[in-house]
């Protein structure tokens, strides 16, 4: 008996490379600053990260979907 084909839409799907690492703060600074950067694996797209909203909004503009994260960076 054939094998049904699933009329299901292939996945999307996006890979990232994310490295972070904390720094000694500034005198400006009253805790250690996490630092880092985030890479879009299919377009080698880089960005540069001074805080962890930058992930969020690098993740935000990548998805394609403002509804994904909500302002606070949580997932919904």
Same mark, same amino acid.
């Given at each position: 008996? &054939?094998? %049904?084909? $699933?009329?299901?839409? &292939?996945? @999307?799907?996006?890979? =990232?490379? *994310? +490295?972070?690492?904390? !720094? &000694? &703060? #500034?005198?400006? !600074?009253? *805790?250690?600053?996490?630092?880092? !950067? *985030?890479?879009?694996? /299919? $377009?080698? @797209? +880089? +960005?540069?990260?001074?805080?962890?909203? #930058?992930?969020?909004? =690098?993740? +935000? !503009? /990548?998805?394609?979907?403002?509804?994904?994260? $909500? %302002?606070?960076?949580?997932?919904?």
């Amino acid at each position: 008996m &054939p094998k %049904a084909l $699933s009329m299901n839409p &292939p996945v @999307e799907y996006a890979s =990232f490379l *994310i +490295r972070l690492w904390r !720094e &000694p &703060p #500034t005198e400006s !600074e009253a *805790i250690d600053p996490w630092r880092g !950067e *985030i890479v879009h694996l /299919q $377009s080698d @797209e +880089r +960005r540069a990260l001074d805080d962890l909203g #930058t992930l969020v909004a =690098f993740l +935000r !503009e /990548q998805s394609g979907d403002e509804h994904l994260l $909500s %302002a606070a960076g949580r997932v919904k």
